[in-house]
Nanobody
């Protein structure tokens, strides 16, 4: 399995939007789900969202209604559209697929 690669992080003001991408070659052909996690400084990593092989999605309560996960199977890529960002969304966001973790991409939201 190839390590997933995340991109799209950055710095935005509260209320802004970012779209994260995670490319994980083989996750489609291996019928793996894809999950996003985040870890803020000094805090434990927490699960954010997941998309399953059947297309079903799930979200943590803290992001439900603001974040949308989707996938492009032709590109083995999953997206996390993050709208109405809040300072508490500041964290390193990582994706996980087929048991493999990416390096992460930093999201910083200023008030």
């Amino acid at each position: 399995q190839v390590q997933p690669v995340e991109s799209g992080g950055g710095s935005v003001q509260a209320g802004g939007s970012l779209r994260l991408s995670c490319t994980a070659p083989g996750f489609t052909s291996n019928s793996c789900a894809m999950s996003w996690y985040r870890q803020a400084a000094g805090k434990q990593r927490e699960w954010v969202s997941a998309i399953y092989t059947d297309g079903n999605t799930a979200y943590a309560t803290a992001v439900k209604g603001r974040f949308t996960i989707s996938k492009d199977e032709t590109k083995d890529t999953v997206y996390l559209q993050m709208n109405n960002l809040k300072p508490e969304d500041t964290a390193m966001y990582s994706c996980r697929s087929c048991g493999n973790w990416g390096q992460g991409t930093q999201v910083t939201v200023s008030s």
